[in-house]
């Protein structure tokens, strides 16, 4: 057995309060990051919630739309265009906007909602729980509530599977119109709206009373099983005028995000958040391994006196750090697992642990952690063991 | 008779031009096989920079340093810690590891010698200090212990690899009397079974009787 004292193992464990003051630091900026990712993923994801559920291949949106809650309307002919060509399946147009839900239960609370309208002869949308509740949208004025929304629209999922009738009024620039509330489905919040309706274009076009007819927000093209839809959006982009945009599902997926994350702060403040953190964590863990060394300079030279190398002391300093990093870690993780919880349950928003982030959390909180220690081990060369004697 | 140590015309400096001091002047020096040598002199007249040097600690800067096998005139970092290796070292503060058990401390010693195994170095360790009379003790923190003892683990940590050469600098200043005499005592015995040379520094008149040969320190040169 060739197995040798853990020096620095020892040594760091000597000074429980130092440790521990060391761990929390770690602790505490694992725990930032992994809030700052998730909550960012989140956003980003939840935001393209929408874009995944929706049945087709092949979006068209105005060139001035910016994102799903800055959506300019354009002609719905550009959408009919494409139905000559031999690929496509079905268009369906969908119709966006945000309106003033009034909370049915206390009455002078208003709060925008986010509302969506699809045409009822195809499927353009595949939210949970819309299939089966799509035909009661044919009658006037029923819409299905998003039994993921905040709870600031009152409890109209619970009085629903209640079975209470609910109704309540949806306003649009000072003209109100009554709803009834005939079913539920799954989409979510996101950054952008705290709650979502569904419900046919005609009934979108009765509350939305004031908007020019024949001007759609969404294209939606499905097209033939088997259609190279690379080659096919190459082809439209070329037939149709430059006033509509064709885009891909994955490249309208990735326009939505792309939003959040470059034209808007959110993505800046993140990224922000994420630094602060690290840099917390840098701050503490090379101050407690500083003042180790400082502190213990006497022993490192006693060490070397009696004929340890330099190097045995470097290592010594950045095992310390590997050890801080792993132990920090994990408590960390366990924390930001019941955190996510809590964000979940109070937000809304997907958050979740994946084994990516953990992964790269992790190696980010050792690249820190070294970081430090590098830092620190230069106060080593003030060991001097002519100064023990 | 072979010696340990050969030291010609050593001079040693310190600080940097103006300020330069010398506070070695012409050392000659040569030290037998098996000598117990105690070198005294009033404060500041350069033993500890002597045994320093001797001990590879400090660089030699001129004149001929032999310790052991080892020429130390230009020695690189890697050819000190060679001698390092073999020296044992007792300070006047015993330096031991506080972070580690008194076992521990020893064992930090025999792990720098190849093939070392760790049943071995567990069984060394514990027999030395039975030798110093901490058999009981093995597992105490130095913190708990009293100085004498303390300085005795240090003898431990100094002599359980068996090196040639054992370098003291005031082992028994911060003792009482009795366990200054026993320490002493016990670095005689203990040199005597091994057969290794001692040189020790100290201002303690009453332990020059374990000498071999007193030489005398004053204002940086040998009397
Ligand atoms: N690192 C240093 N830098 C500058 N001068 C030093 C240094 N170390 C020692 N000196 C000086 O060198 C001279 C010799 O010091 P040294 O420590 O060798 O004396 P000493 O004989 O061991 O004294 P003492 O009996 O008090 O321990 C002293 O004048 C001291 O001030
Ligand atoms: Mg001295």
Known sequence: MFRKLPTAWLQLRHQKVRLLVALSGVIFSVVIVFMQ?????????????????????????????????????????????????????????????FAQWKNPETRDYWRNIFIIGIDLRHQPVDFSNVIENLDQLKIPDQVLFDQDSRSEFGPIASDFQQGKVIQTEVGNQGSNRKVKVVGLFKLGTSFGSDGNLLT?????????????????????????????????????????????????????????????????????????????????????????????????????????????????????????????????????????????????????????????????????????????????????????????? | MESVISIRSLNHYFGKDPLKKQVLFDINLDVHAGEIIILTGPSGSGKTTLLSLIGGLRSVQEGRLRSMEYELHRANEEKLVQVRRHIGYIFQAHNLLPFMTVQQNVQMSIELHQNFCLKEARKKSEAILTEVGLGERIHYYPNNLSGGQKQRVAIARALVNHPKLVLADEPTAALDSKSGRDVVNLMQRLAKEQGCTILLVTHDNRILDIADRIIHMEDGQLR
């Not at chain 1, 403040?269 to 391994?289: D, E, P, R």
């Not at chain 1, 960390?332 to 982030?357: C, D, H, N, W």
């Open chain 1, 37 to 97: 990712l998730g909550i960012r993923d989140a956003l980003f994801n939840s935001s393209v919630r929408f874009h995944e559920g929706l049945q087709g291949d092949c979006f068209l949106i105005s060139p001035r739309s910016t994102s799903l809650i800055a959506m300019q309307s354009f002609p719905e002919r550009r959408l009919l265009q494409p139905l000559a060509f031999d690929e496509v399946q079905f268009v369906s147009p969908i119709y966006l906007g």
């Open chain 1, 200 to 389: 046919s274009h005609l009934n979108f076009l009765r509350i939305f009373n004031n908007r020019q007819k024949g001007f759609i927000d969404v294209g939606l093209i499905k097209l033939k099983p088997g259609t190279d839809v690379k080659k096919f959006t190459d082809r439209l982009s070329k037939y149709l005028p430059k006033d509509v945009k064709i885009m891909s599902k994955q490249e309208f997926i990735e326009f939505e995000k792309n939003y959040w994350q470059s034209s808007t702060a959110i993505g800046f403040i993140f990224n922000l958040g994420v630094a602060l953190g690290i840099i917390v964590g840098i701050v503490v863990v090379y101050q407690i391994l500083y003042t180790n060394v400082s502190e213990h300079l006497s022993q490192y030279a006693t060490l070397k006196a009696i004929g340890y190398r330099h190097n045995y002391l470097l290592s010594m300093v950045l095992q310390q750090a590997f050890f801080i990093a792993v132990l920090g870690y994990i408590p960390g993780l366990l924390i930001t697992v019941i955190q996510y919880e809590f964000t979940k349950k109070a937000t809304l928003l997907p958050v979740i642990m994946t084994s990516e982030r953990a992964l790269f959390v992790f190696f980010a909180t050792l690249a820190m952690c070294f970081l430090s220690g590098m830092t620190a081990v230069h106060k080593l060369k003030a060991a001097d063991p002519a100064d023990i004697f």
